[in-house]
């Protein structure tokens, strides 16, 4: 199964470059319906860039909770833990 989110052109470009190999979504009840409580079927996470065409795919080699290394972002989150080799 795979798994899409949009994400801002930023977030994209550091993912698409290789510097960030997790992403993070807040603890919330929409993301516990949409990720957690389906964290076992996704295979894939297949990122946009912003609402356009351009996708990239990568294997989900897991998804837990935990802190997030942003100082600014100081809660638990939904990790999301991709290769960075496209799948």
């Known amino acids: 199964m795979n798994l899409n989110l949009v994400l801002t052109y930023h977030w994209y470009?550091?993912?698409?470059?290789?510097?960030?190999r997790i992403e993070y979504r807040e603890?919330?009840?929409?993301w516990c319906k949409r990720i957690w409580l389906k964290r076992d079927t996704f295979k894939t996470v297949t990122f946009a860039r912003g609402y356009t065409n351009e996708v990239i795919r990568y294997?989900?080699?897991?998804i837990d909770?935990?802190?997030c290394p942003y100082p600014e972002w100081p809660e638990q989150y939904y990790r999301i833990h991709f290769n960075i080799r496209n799948s």
């Not at 603890?27 to 929409?30: A, D, L």
């Not at 294997?59 to 897991?62: C, D, G, K, L, P």
């Open 13 to 20: 470009d550091e993912v698409l470059s290789g510097r960030k």
């Open 27 to 30: 603890i919330t009840h929409y």
């Open 65 to 67: 909770m935990g802190v």
């Open 59 to 62: 294997n989900v080699t897991e």
